[in-house]
């Protein structure tokens, strides 16, 4: 604290963030490298799935009530956030469709991080079959992500309408080819009217991880970037929210 009643350290601290960048999607590293943010913000109160609860967001401790246990002016807050495990962009598990199954906790991370990303584009389709799995080449160990385009409709009711999955079709030849994860930037990768769940039971089934409601796959090659993703480890959890990145130029 200085004489004026200023307190230095959080000035300090103040300044380290001089711009917002709550929409910046695109982050330039020291070397040539790149980051994609490949994921949906989560909002208090925002839309999602009709048959689900919305996220909330509310205070614990308010930066007002913080000020009993600071001094100097500083001040903090802390949230209490309840949500769906299937909120934005997320993660499932083998453990949402099978009991004996790793959850978010016990996922391998060698499945998720520094994973060499094939982008499969099939733009404004809804049933997606083999075909453009097979055309994309190699894709053992792989993270296939699948570009819809469907992204685009994201904070609208149309994302949760005529949303593309994959047929079973796809998911057979998806686990011959066996990659360390799917990902789609739709609403779900199954066929929300097939009751079997195909996609999601069989992937997972098989030990391929799924991540769903991606974003921003337009901006990634389609072959030579690598998938980053580092879940929270919360026990008995089938599916959560994560924050992946494609690392571009690596």
Request: net charge negative.
């Amino acid at each position: 604290m200085l004489e004026d009643g200023s307190n230095p350290a959080a000035e300090t601290i103040r300044v380290r963030f001089p711009c917002d960048t709550r929409e910046r999607r695109e982050t330039q590293l020291s070397d040539s490298r790149r980051l994609l943010d490949l994921s949906h913000p989560i909002e208090h109160d925002m839309m999602t799935n009709p048959w689900m609860q919305k996220p909330t967001i509310s205070a614990f401790l308010t930066r007002e009530q913080s000020a009993a246990f600071t001094t100097d002016g500083v001040t903090f807050q802390m949230e209490v956030i309840s949500l769906p495990g299937s909120t934005g962009t997320y993660l499932d598990s083998p453990f949402q469709f099978h009991v004996d199954g790793p959850d978010v906790s016990a996922v391998p991370l060698e499945r998720l991080f520094d994973v060499p990303i094939v982008v499969v584009r099939v733009p404004d389709t809804i049933s997606i079959g083999r075909e453009p799995f097979v055309a994309a080449g190699e894709l053992t160990g792989a993270a296939v992500l699948v570009e819809t385009g469907h992204s685009r409709h994201w904070g609208t009711g149309a994302f949760f309408q005529s949303s593309p999955y994959l047929t079973r079709d796809a998911v057979e030849y998806l686990i011959e080819a066996n990659p360390a994860v799917v990902g789609i930037d739709s609403q779900n990768i199954d066929n929300g009217a097939d009751k079997t769940k195909p996609a999601q039971h069989n992937l997972l089934g098989a030990g391929i991880l799924i991540l769903e409601c991606m974003a921003n796959l337009a901006d990634v090659p389609d072959r030579g970037a690598r998938l980053r993703v580092l879940p929270t480890p919360i026990r008995e959890a089938g599916s959560f929210p994560v924050r992946p990145v494609a690392v571009v130029g690596a």
